[in-house]
């Protein structure tokens, strides 16, 4: 079937098959300090050279959020408020409010002192680096 | 709040497949493979119309369609797979996909004056009652 074959083509797809199985393997459930279901929900990658922490946290100014990093523990703190109408009413309230704090326990190799962080469309992006002695070299071999 | 007012709104489609911050849209919302979201939505009424939040994390102006075609109101957002390259996962708590909500409008809402912002995948969007349809208060004199 034409779908079967574009599964692979589509990256949106791929990209989508890959964090489910993630999500569907028991050590893929490891180190989110805070639980798998507070909000604002983590997802921790590797990189080649690096780790990288996204986080979904629509409709905040950047200021409203604090990260904070203390030994290889990266904590995001912060507050999303509810909306404040004046003599409205709520037909319905979905979206979470509230103060938030969570902790990831990176890797031993993540240096969190290096990392740095950006946040668009509502996505709050960490970028660690490893630690210069956990990068990987080649080592050249000289002959005789 | 009477229940006519409660009407201003009603949703079209709901359907349920809950991650802890994503509940996943029926088959019917979706016209492409792979998984959308429902986003999820503040509504809250005032005199003058509906205000309306919906979260669309990872959507931004371009990517996001939002429109009335009969009295539904759809909003739609496609998310982009770009920086997730080079990358494997080793924690998820969240998958990735497009967003999909509809609604009915009521008749009181204003459908030629709707509004809209996006802010970091958070789209505000302002519904406007018609002028007849917003409370008047009636004068009353005494003799």
């Not at chain 1, 083509?9 to 805070?34: I, K, N, T, Y």
């Not at chain 1, 950047?62 to 409205?88: D, F, M």
């Amino acid at each position: 079937m034409a779908r079967t074959s574009s599964f692979h083509l589509d990256p949106l797809l791929r990209l989508q098959d890959q964090l489910q199985r993630a999500f569907e393997r028991p050590a893929g459930r490891w180190h989110g300090l805070s639980g798998p279901s507070a909000f604002p929900p983590v997802n921790v990658f590797e990189g080649s050279d690096g780790y990288v922490v996204k986080i979904e946290i629509p409709g905040l100014s950047p200021e409203a959020i604090a990260i904070e990093s203390r030994g290889t523990t990266l904590q995001v703190r912060g507050s999303r408020k509810a909306p404040e109408v004046e003599r409205g009413s709520f037909h319905r309230r979905e979206r979470w409010s509230g103060e938030f704090n969570r902790a990831v326990e990176l890797p031993e190799e993540a240096d969190p002192a290096r990392a740095e962080a950006s946040y668009d469309r509502g996505i709050l992006v960490v970028r660690i680096p490893r630690r210069a002695e956990a990068v990987r070299r080649n080592i050249p071999i000289t002959g005789s | 709040m009477s229940q006519a007012n409660r009407e201003s709104e009603r949703e079209i489609e709901r359907q349920s497949k809950h991650e802890s911050f994503k509940e996943e849209a029926s088959s019917v919302e979706q016209t492409r493979a792979g998984r959308t979201y429902l986003s999820r939505v503040d509504i809250v009424e005032t005199e003058d119309g509906l205000l309306l939040w919906a979260d669309l994390p990872g959507v931004d102006e371009a990517s996001l369609d939002v429109r009335v075609e009969d009295a539904i109101l759809t909003i739609a957002g496609t998310v982009s797979p770009a920086g997730y390259e080079d990358l494997s996962p080793l924690y998820t708590e969240y998958n990735v996909g497009n967003f999909f909500r509809q609604f009915r409008l009521s008749e009181q809402v204003d459908q030629d004056r709707i509004e809209g912002r996006v802010n970091q995948g958070t789209l505000e969007l302002s519904l406007p009652k018609l002028e007849k349809a917003k409370p008047r208060r009636i004068q009353i004199s005494a003799r």
